[in-house]
């Protein structure tokens, strides 16, 4: 019984403490005080720059590309230290307008700019970047378009072409301007205190390059060699190297390079097939991404690849390119009459994705993609085969449409392809 009372005085005697520890909130988990150098005591955490994000996959920094809807096609956007290669359509329309949204997201996110171009000077490119919509604006936009695209048939439900009722949806609303990326009025110019805010360096060839300079054999033309050096010293000298750190927060250095490889450049790839400096370009390219894999700085390019003659150099200038998109354009083609693709202005596609801290890279599902420039907004969709639901439509015409419909892949090829068509 003694035993008894023992344990359980004991037992009071650990209740009331407990009560009282209780009462008075002490748990074994107590947190550390302040540090004697007085840091913080949730320690060093890692430095966000203003426009960038990591990729939910790897976990790479990433940048916009001005193109929200071209972001989400490339895993989420540009990864930090890579190279964009745009092929340029055969006019140059639409591939300058892409190398303007790059520069253009840089100035809003407040990102350090380089410009390079043998044709045009860069500070003429940057008075004609497009300006950016407010989340206001940029909605309204998208409302009109999606009322002004509205029929009687589009009231009509019909089960038509069910492989498009599979895929995901793009992103093709607008997107606030806390968030990533940004959406741009192409009928607008940026605001000149938007540029004078904003810091960028520019690299003009005929500027840079005498008009009587003696050029000697070398396995880079005198334009690449005094372009990487260009860049080179910007990036050491301003600490994206990470070797002279920076003196206020992390920023971002944006490059683009324009029309590379043509003969503006003093490069010979697009005006004969076996060239003295055929390996220039692809060696240029080397030296390039080494300097952009290690320094916080990511690169777009337009190249005029259907001018340059030897295909194996197409393939090294992929294969030494992180990310390919080429942009085909209808204008002056059989297409730009085509009731197939009254809707379009072109097609885009991704030939390649970098494969960051992975084996494989992340291909999209979506392989049949146009774009169109409408009013002021530049749109990337999915290609949709136009229903055909008139019985006037004669003979030659479907098949001229069928036709078509082979070329742009074997997705919409197998639907619209004429040996089965859909009952209504």
């Known amino acids: 019984m003694a ?21 008075s909130n002490v748990t074994s988990f107590q947190r550390r005080g302040p540090r004697a150098s007085g840091t913080n005591d949730s320690g060093p ?34 990864a930090v230290g890579t190279v964009l290669l745009i092929e ?28 390079a171009s043998a044709n045009e000077d860069p500070a003429n490119i940057l008075q004609e970047l497009p300006a950016p ?69 520019g690299f003009f060839l005929p500027e840079k390059i005498p008009s ?35 003196k206020k927060q992390k920023n971002i250095l944006r490059i683009g390079i324009q029309n590379l490889g043509s003969p503006l450049w003093g490069d010979d790839i697009c005006c004969t097939e076996n060239g003295d400096s055929s390996h220039s370009l692809t060696k240029f390219l080397y030296v390039l991404r080494g300097l952009l894999r290690t320094s916080l700085s990511v690169c777009i390019i337009t190249m005029p690849t259907h001018l340059i003659q030897n295909k194996a150099v197409i393939a090294h200038i992929t294969n030494l390119s992180d990310i390919v998109v080429g942009l085909e354009s ?40 146009g774009f169109k420039l409408k009013r002021k907004l530049f749109t990337i969709e999915r290609l949709h085969l136009p229903p055909d639901l008139s019985d006037t439509v004669s ?16 997705g919409c090829g197998m639907m619209a392809g004429g040996k089965k068509h859909l009952d209504f």
Request: glycine fraction near 8%; include cysteine; hydrophobic fraction near 35%.
């Open 3 to 23: 035993a008894v009372a023992t344990c359980g005085g004991d037992a009071g005697s650990a209740g009331s403490a407990v009560a009282t520890a209780s009462k």
């Open 133 to 201: 919509l407010l989340d206001d604006n940029c909605k309204k936009e998208f409302d009109e378009d999606v009322y002004n695209r509205k029929t009687p048939e589009s009231n009509i439900k019909m089960k038509i072409a069910w492989r498009y009722q599979l895929l995901p949806k793009m992103e093709i609303g607008p997107v606030s301007s806390s968030r990533f990326g940004h959406y741009y009025d192409a009928s607008k110019r940026i605001p000149q205190e938007l540029i004078e805010a904003s810091k960028w360096h």
């Open 88 to 115: 340029e359509d055969k006019y140059n329309i639409y591939s300058s307008l892409l190398f303007k949204y790059f520069l253009a997201e840089g100035i809003v996110n407040g990102h350090t700019l380089l410009v």
């Open 45 to 78: 955490r890692l430095v966000s720059i203003t426009g960038t994000r990591p990729s939910v996959r790897n976990g790479q920094l990433l940048v916009s590309t001005g193109l929200p809807a071209l972001d989400q096609l490339l895993g989420g956007g540009l």
């Open 395 to 410: 003979r030659s015409s479907k098949q001229d449409l069928a036709e078509s419909a082979k070329r742009l892949g074997p």
């Open 330 to 369: 209808f204008i002056g083609s059989e297409r730009e009459t085509n009731p197939l693709y009254k809707d379009y202005h072109g097609l885009i596609h991704i030939r390649q994705i970098p494969r960051l801290n992975n084996l494989v890279c992340d291909e999209s599902d979506v392989k049949d993609l």
């Open 212 to 246: 009587t300079l003696k050029v000697e054999p070398c396995s880079l033309t005198h334009g690449y060699i005094k372009l990487l050096q260009f860049i080179q010293n910007i990036i050491y000298e301003e600490g994206f190297d990470g070797s002279n750190p920076q």
